[in-house]
T-cell receptor, first 113, second 113 residues
Framework: GENVEQHPSTLSVQEGDSAVIKCTYS??????FPWYKQELGKRPQLIID?????GEKKDQRIAVTLNKTAKHFSLHITETQPEDSAVYFC????????????FGKGNQVVVIP | DTAVSQTPKYLVTQMGNDKSIKCEQN?????MYWYKQDSKKFLKIMFS???????INETVPNRFSPKSPDKAHLNLHINSLELGDSAVYFC????????????FGPGTRLTVT
């Protein structure tokens, strides 16, 4: 099955700096890559996703890039704010996979005011 | 209005007991899921139902039995609870098919003593 790995496991950044989280996947058939944010004690929520027919997608301060050849994708958060502090999960799924999401282990992002 | 709801929010019980967690969604989705999030925050799919039909059944002990009385509800029954069952259990729902956003419920924190 699909194996998704995330790096680093913990990331601390100064408020206003950028944060980058990288994920790799193993199944070349995967074609959908969402990112979920989970604040402490809360539910995971989708913040951005990308499909394999595009290389980059942006939504205000967050962006995701995808390199299908290398099988990796990254989340970029610019101008970080304290409310960006959370655990971020990358995931991958494929068209014939019953919407089965293979999640990475999560990254704890800490924004230092 | 709550999109995906779960009851109870907290569940503390002793080893050997049987307990149930209920989930309901009012999004009109056809597909529902159960995830387990352990103490290390790892999100692992357990089951998925599409319009009351089981479509994902991961390797979980058969003490765990999902039941979907209709497409808006997916309950999880756990027999003979063990210490290792302690975790947060999330219900989620999505449109049927591949590569759709999954909407998570607030989670049920199960503690087995």
């Amino acid at each position: 099955g699909e194996n998704v790995e995330q790096h680093p496991s913990t990331l601390s950044v100064q408020e206003g700096d950028s944060a980058v989280i990288k994920c790799t996947y193993s199944d070349s058939a995967s074609n959908y890559f969402p990112w979920y944010k989970q604040e402490l004690g809360k539910r995971p929520q989708l913040i951005i996703d990308i499909r394999s027919n595009v290389g980059e997608k942006k939504d205000q301060r967050i962006a995701v890039t995808l390199n299908k050849t290398a099988k990796h994708f990254s989340l970029h958060i610019t101008e970080t704010q304290p409310e960006d502090s959370a655990v971020y999960f990358c995931a991958a799924s494929k068209k014939d996979g019953n919407n089965r999401l293979a999640f990475g282990k999560g990254n704890q992002v800490v924004v230092i005011p | 209005d709550t999109a995906v709801s779960q009851t109870p929010k907290y569940l503390v019980t002793q080893m050997g007991n049987d307990k149930s967690i209920k989930c309901e969604q009012n999004l009109g989705h056809d597909t529902m899921y159960w995830y387990k999030q352990d103490s290390k925050k790892f999100l692992k799919i357990m089951f998925s139902y599409n319009n009351k039909e089981l479509i994902i059944n991961e390797t979980v002990p058969n003490r765990f039995s999902p039941k979907s009385p209709d497409k808006a509800h997916l309950n999880l029954h756990i027999n003979s609870l063990e210490l290792g069952d302690s975790a947060v259990y999330f219900c989620a729902s999505s449109r049927a098919g591949a590569n759709y956003e999954q909407y998570f419920g607030p989670g049920t924190r199960l503690t087995v003593t």
